[in-house]
T-cell receptor, first 113, second 120 residues
Framework: DGGITQSPKYLFRKEGQNVTLSCEQN?????MYWYRQDPGQGLRLIYY???????QKGDIAEGYSVSREKKESFPLTVTSAQKNPTAFYLC????????????FGDGTRLSIL | AQKVTQAQTEISVVEKEDVTLDCVYE???????LFWYKQPPSGELVFLIR??????QNEISGRYSWNFQKSTSSFNFTITASQVVDSAVYFC?????????????????FGKGTHLIIQP
């Protein structure tokens, strides 16, 4: 089945550690996105990439990093510089002129030990 | 800057009642796209509808309908004869047109969501 796969579903981080969230899509979409969702809040854009080897900061990029070496993959690293990383992280993808807009993965819930 | 406001934090109705979720947006772009997503308790976001700024025609899909009014910058969502399975958080979102005409290549701006509870 075509779709977006995020792993792991749950992730725990110790203070001072970097962790990487995986996002893979087999939809042949050009653009990919990372959003963060806090309880009772909407989604906020962290980073996005419109094409391989290119990415742009979103509204809350500080403390995060990404790479886009392959069209199918857009991993997000939550660095130790992110002081409040506990949140639900959603990855999405889309193609230009798509009538169905962005497709989302099932999310990764990150917690601090 | 873009902004989406969903003033209703939580709505609770009894099954079979009609319910309307409000969405008000702000943007300086003349070309933009509006969306509604559903987030069930499992967490994934389910796409419901996309509307571009040049198409003010209302849309109906089964029990769902959407009312887009540029004059009031609103894009409201109505569920007719609500069912327990409609219980979820619903998000309204906005993106500018940009170089790509439909995918929201620069990402979406989301409202904070409305938690809809349908009681049996």
């Amino acid at each position: 089945d075509g779709g977006i796969t995020q792993s792991p579903k749950y992730l725990f981080r110790k203070e001072g550690q970097n962790v990487t969230l995986s996002c893979e899509q087999n939809l042949n979409h050009d653009a990919m996105y990372w959003y963060r969702q806090d309880p009772g809040q909407g989604l906020r854009l962290i980073y996005y990439s419109q094409i391989v080897n290119d990415f742009q900061k979103g509204d809350i990029a500080e403390g995060y990093s990404v790479s886009r070496e392959k069209k199918e993959s857009f991993p997000l690293t939550v660095t130790s510089a992110q002081k409040n990383p506990t949140a639900f992280y959603l990855c999405a993808s889309s193609i230009p002129a798509s009538p169905r807009a962005q497709h989302f993965g099932d999310g990764t819930r990150l917690s601090i030990l | 800057a873009q902004k989406v406001t969903q003033a209703q934090t939580e709505i609770s109705v009894v099954e079979k009642e009609d319910v309307t979720l409000d969405c008000v947006y702000e943007t300086r772009d003349t070309t933009y796209y509006l969306f509604w997503y559903k987030q069930p308790p499992s967490g994934e976001l389910v796409f419901l509808i996309r509307r571009n700024s040049f198409d003010e025609q209302n849309e109906i899909s089964g029990r769902y309908s959407w009312n887009f009014q540029k004059s009031t910058s609103s894009f409201n969502f109505t569920i007719t004869a609500s069912q327990v399975v409609d219980s979820a958080v619903y998000f309204c979102a906005l993106t500018q047109g940009g170089m790509y005409s439909g995918g929201g290549a620069d990402g979406l701006t989301f409202g904070k969501g409305t938690h809809l509870i349908i009681q049996p």
